[in-house]
């Protein structure tokens, strides 16, 4: 009897050494998942905070024309587009500048002007800028001009005004024109006919070295897409006009 019961005292004894010492590992392995739990606590934070950081600090950055002096700004417009494209805008000092879907300036009210009067009344243009260099207002680079609903005024005077245009440099910036129309006029001023664009683009095709001006217009109510393109290393542009509704092409 004495024997078993050391034997038993025994047993009991090996287990609670056995219970503490397993205790003890798995304090410690608890320690080990909660300091593992709180780096990675930390270590997420650090990143979101980071994230947080980089979006806030991104987009104060966009915000910076929101700081812009109007009338330097329209200046600076209107200079570039002139020696860039040769037009002369009367720009309003009042515009909105928006971030989405890319920073931009909306004017609205313009004239396009020539040198004798008023080209076109344009309700509505947008200018992309660049993202980078928006620190300085004199250092900022247009990137593409959207021009909504204008109406174009051609006479035998300025008649082939988007031919010419293509002998500027469109390698650095898009110029579109949409919803507008081009009212032809005879030597009495009057219209003689309205041409209908609904979508227009110049842009440089840098495989051919060439500029090509892409439209597609309606006239009487008739459909066609007209297809330029300035070879200005061989002085030649190419004409190309499509009447879907005729199959033909000219």
Do not use: C, W
């Amino acid at each position: 009897m004495t024997k078993h019961n050391f034997f038993v005292n025994f047993l009991k004894k090996v287990n609670l050494a056995i219970n503490s010492l397993l205790e003890k590992k798995l304090n410690k392995l608890n320690f080990i998942f909660k300091k593992k739990k709180i780096l990675n606590s930390i270590r997420s934070n650090r990143v979101f905070g980071a994230l947080a950081t980089l979006i806030f600090l991104f987009f104060s950055y966009l915000s910076i024309p929101y700081f812009y002096n109007s009338d330097n700004l329209t200046d600076n417009i209107k200079n570039q587009l002139s020696r860039k494209l040769n037009i002369n805008l009367s720009l309003p000092n009042n515009y909105h500048y928006n971030l989405f879907p890319k920073p931009n300036f909306t004017f609205q009210d313009i004239k396009l002007l020539n040198q004798d009067n008023k080209l076109a009344s344009i309700e509505d243009m947008k200018i992309y800028i660049s993202f980078s260099k928006l620190f300085s207002l004199k250092k900022i680079q247009i990137k593409s001009i959207i021009l909504n609903k204008v109406n174009f005024d051609l006479d035998k005077s300025n008649y082939n005004f988007f031919t010419e245009f293509l002998n500027n440099d469109f390698s650095n910036l898009d110029f579109q024109v949409n919803d507008s129309n081009i009212f032809y006029r005879n030597i009495k001023n009057d219209v003689l006919f309205i041409n209908k664009i609904n979508h227009l683009k110049y842009y440089f095709d840098f495989k051919d070295k060439k500029n090509i001006l892409l439209a597609n217009n309606s006239i009487f109510n008739l459909p066609y897409n007209v297809e330029i393109k300035d070879y200005t290393n061989e002085k030649e542009i190419f004409h190309k006009v499509n009447f879907d509704f005729l199959k033909l092409q000219v």
